[in-house]
């Protein structure tokens, strides 16, 4: 193509633009972040940047023309496919400088997500530790009075039994108590049934004056006891 095209002299251009934003992108890698100088020169790139981009958009309309009638300019296809593929690969360059600039920022951003997150996530986890431990304080509690009552319910039913041993003991004895009393009023009745078929003997054998002898000694003796009993 004849140098007097104006795409070339336009492509010189913006590739010396590009070159000179590169080396200010480069320069201001060096700097301190947060410095004056640094802050400016950024400035400085990023209206490179905006500038090369803006005639890179000026020269892509121009190649839709051209595509649109090569006859007229003069052109080919693969010209107009070359010119093409350069606009996109200079925007694409103009672009990662746009992005170098601002990847800092962004990092510091993801750091400072990934910090939150990372402080959120161990919130978290200490939360749930902190529920854990008093899920297992409260079981333990929980465990600790049931055996408490265990206990005294033990005690409880200890003391029940020995009572009931001693009723029992009690009970035993008052059995064996009454037996005794049986014993000794079966051995009375005994003995007055056996005086008494002795008096009924006597009472029969004395006949009807021996038996008014009888009583009238009785009710002496029975005067006597109580003159006895009364003196």
């Not at 300019?73 to 350069?86: D, G, H, M, V």
């Amino acid at each position: 193509m004849p140098s007097a095209d104006p795409f070339y002299l336009v492509k010189d251009d913006l590739e010396n633009s590009l070159r000179e934003a590169k080396g200010h992108l480069a320069q201001w890698q060096t700097l301190a972040r947060g410095s004056r100088e640094r802050t400016e020169l950024q400035k400085t790139i990023e209206l490179e940047c905006g500038n090369i981009a803006s005639s890179l958009n000026e020269v892509r309309k121009s190649v839709d023309v051209a595509e649109a009638n090569p006859q007229r300019f003069r052109l080919t296809q693969q010209e107009i496919a070359s010119r093409r593929k350069w606009v996109q690969a200079t925007q694409q360059q103009g672009e990662e400088a746009i992005r170098a600039l601002h990847a800092p920022e962004q990092a510091t951003r993801s750091m400072d997500n990934g910090s939150a997150t990372d402080r959120l996530s161990r919130a978290q986890n200490h939360e749930n530790d902190q529920h854990i431990a008093d899920e297992q304080e409260q079981q333990q509690m929980l465990i600790r009075q049931q055996d408490d009552s265990l206990d005294l319910l033990g005690q409880g039913v200890n003391r029940i039994g020995q009572m009931g041993l001693q009723m029992r003991d009690e009970l035993s004895l008052q059995d064996r108590m009454l037996e005794d009393l049986d014993t000794d009023m079966e051995g009375t009745h005994s003995r007055l049934q056996a005086a008494q078929k002795k008096v009924d003997h006597l009472l029969r054998k004395a006949g009807l004056k021996g038996q008014f002898c009888i009583i009238a000694f009785l009710i002496v003796v029975l005067i006597i006891l109580l003159l006895m009993l009364f003196s």
